[in-house]
Structure formats: C-alpha cells, structure tokens
C-alpha cells in the first residue's frame, strides 16, 4: 500500500512538469527523503561536493544527476519509469545516472584515498583476512563483563598480548584496579608473549599446554586443559552475544 501511496504521489508530481530538485522550495522535506533516502539538507552536502565533478547543462543539472541516481537506489525503480518522472528520455536519464556515480566515485577515492587506504591497513586482520577494530573484553568465570577497553586496530602492532601488556603497565590504568595479587587469568595462546609479565605482577596464569616432548600430555596437563577450555567457553559464548 505505501508502495502504491508512493507511486502515486509521483505520477501526481510528475504532471507538474516532472520532479524538479533544482528549485528548492518546490518538494519539501519528506518528499527528498522518500525519493532520495536524504533529508534536504544532507542531499544539499552531497550535491556541494560533486557539483565540480559533473557538467550541467540546459536539460538536467547536477542536482538532478544527483537525484536521479538516489531515487533509483531508493526506490528500485527502472530507468524508464524514472524518465518519466523526470521529465527526460530515457538515454539522458541513463546518462546522468552514470554521470552522477562517477561523481560520486570520483570524489570519495580521489578526495579520501590517503586516509582510506591507511585506516585499511590499521583495521586489517590478516587471522580473520578482513579490516575490522577490535575491543578487549575482560570477562569474570560466571560470564560477568567486568569492564571492556578499545576499540583497537587489528594489525599486527595491536595483538591480544601487546594491548594487554599496554594495560598491564600502566599504574593508572582500569584494569589494574580490578586486581589483587594471586587472581587467575584465563587466557589463549594469543596472550603467550604476556605471561610473564602477569606472573611477575604476581598473577596466576591458566593456558592451554603446549606438547614439548613425547606425543601427548601428563594426566595433570590434560585436566588443566580440559578445565580452561571449560572456562574459556563461557568467555567465547559471551563474545559470541556481542558480536550478534
């Protein structure tokens, strides 16, 4: 029904000479917003930016280059039905759909390329093989959250154990007010390069046993194994909540 509502206030807009986005005052707020999904003054900025970028001329101006291109993001409508509404034909509709998405590439690379590329190579992750920024969650064995510090990049210079170790250091820090000596740290392998810094501050560390000789673990290795995986799956099923 809204879908129906829609079309019909378009074909209604589209008898007054088509859809116009050069003249202001002639669609208010909402209809920017239900044709374009922006607010007037955000299809403004945007327009602003890509003015430099795409020639108007005496049949569509940038704004209209602009609209064409969001109305059809929008709404899914076709080419054809969109020259309609514009009042245009269907090859100069076309042509500054493409006009207004070159534009729109050509400032976002051109303009944000420097600062884009480095946040990509800050945020990515070769283990997970994606960008992405990481917190470092402090978890009680209950599954309580005690406090959560980040978020941090996730390159190599920003490892469980380093961001760890950073905390650990600092006197002033919120983690350190949590702790008292002879408290257990639950941790992975990943926190390996840490240990013993946090057993020299007088904390218990509990990790999973690496097999140095032989071809398998002590009866005493083994249960301390299958206890902190135990442990680690509350933690794991906790940052499974959060990422939901």
Excluded at 51 to 72: N, V
Excluded at 73 to 102: D, E, H
Excluded at 190 to 201: A, P, Q
Aim: hydrophobic share 40%; proline share 2%.
């Amino acid at each position: 029904m809204r879908l129906c509502e829609l079309l019909g206030n378009l074909r209604s807009i589209a008898a007054r000479k088509g859809l116009d986005f050069d003249y202001l005052p002639a669609l208010t707020d909402s209809d920017y917003y239900n044709l374009a999904g922006l607010k007037k003054d955000h299809f403004n900025s945007v327009a602003n930016c890509i003015k430099k970028h795409i020639k108007s001329t005496s049949g569509r101006s940038y704004r209209t280059c602009l609209a064409l291109l969001l109305t059809k993001l929008r709404t899914g409508l076709s080419i054809s039905v969109l020259s309609t509404l514009f009042a245009l034909s269907k090859r100069r509709a076309g042509r500054a759909i493409a006009a207004a998405r070159v534009a729109l590439m050509s400032y976002i690379y051109r303009k944000k390329f420097e600062l884009s590329i480095r946040f990509q190579r800050q945020t990515y992750s070769v283990h997970k093989g994606r960008p992405l920024v990481k917190p470092m969650i402090i978890v009680s064995f209950t599954g309580y959250i005690v406090t959560i510090f980040g978020p941090y990049f996730a390159d190599g210079k920003n490892n469980d154990a380093n961001i760890l170790t950073t905390l650990m250091r600092s006197d002033a820090s919120e983690l350190r007010s949590y702790l008292k000596p002879n408290d257990v740290f639950v941790v992975d392998r990943g926190f390996r390069d840490c240990l013993k810094l946090l057993e020299d501050l007088g904390f218990i560390i509990k990790m999973l046993h690496f097999l140095k000789d032989g071809s398998q673990h002590t009866s005493s290795e083994a249960n301390e194994s299958r206890l902190v995986t135990k442990i680690r799956w509350i933690i794991e099923a906790v940052n499974g909540l959060l990422k939901k």
